[in-house]
């Protein structure tokens, strides 16, 4: 019996070799990879990033005249080489609390909060737990975002104003580092 052989398609032809040199590169490359990492003997051990070295030095809270205020001052810290700039924030522990007006004077213009409270199943949540985060917007409504200065005698002070007298017990200042390379600045 003869049979007849057909011609194979030259699409196939093409697309057989081009998964085979897929193939070989992928072999290749998991070699290489694994030549690489067996060469670590111990742990790698994975450190932060920080953004900013920075020292956060609260004060006492205050009460004079119907008004409870602290002053919180912000250094660089000796080491940091680069400009550092920060957030603030200010962490209230009763989210059912009536807040009375919350202020935060700086250089003598005065930024008035905008409390929410912390949603369940946050991370904020999670490491604070119920209350309320009040964060700080400029004119533009933007988050307030504050350049530490580069001296080593110089410091970022502000001064937290409380419209009424209330329990402080619990309230904590939040002090983050903010990336300035996207956009960040002293307003």
């Known amino acids: ?25 992928i072999n290749v490359a998991h070699s290489a ?8 003997w111990e742990e790698v051990k994975f450190e932060p990033n920080s953004k900013g070295a920075y020292h956060v ?10 008004e409870t205020s602290m ?11 680069q400009s550092v700039s ?25 930024y008035p909060a905008s409390a929410v409270n912390i949603p369940e199943d946050t991370a904020a949540y999670k490491t604070y737990g119920a209350g309320k985060i009040c964060r700080f917007y400029a004119e533009q409504g ?8 580069d001296n080593a005698g110089e410091s970022l002070d502000m001064t937290l104003i409380l419209a009424s007298s209330i329990d402080t ?19």
Not at 33 to 40: A, E, H, M, N, V
Not at 57 to 66: F, I, L, N
Not at 71 to 81: I, S
Not at 142 to 149: G, I, K, Q, R
């Open 142 to 149: 933007n988050e307030l975002c504050f350049a530490v200065p």
């Open 33 to 40: 990879l694994g030549r690489y990492t067996s060469s670590f």
């Open 169 to 187: 017990d619990g309230v904590q200042i939040i002090v983050e580092p903010i990336n300035t390379q996207k956009g960040g600045g002293r307003l």
């Open 86 to 110: 920060v957030g603030i924030r200010v962490y209230i522990p009763d989210a059912s609390a009536t807040l009375p007006e919350l202020v935060m004077e700086c250089d003598g213009v005065e």
């Open 1 to 25: 019996m003869k049979t007849k052989a057909k011609s194979i398609p030259i699409w196939l032809i093409a697309t057989v070799v081009i998964l085979l040199i897929l193939i070989v590169f």
């Open 71 to 81: 002053l919180v001052r912000v250094t660089k810290a000796e080491t940091e080489r």
């Open 57 to 66: 030095t609260p004060g006492e809270w205050t009460t004079a005249e119907q």
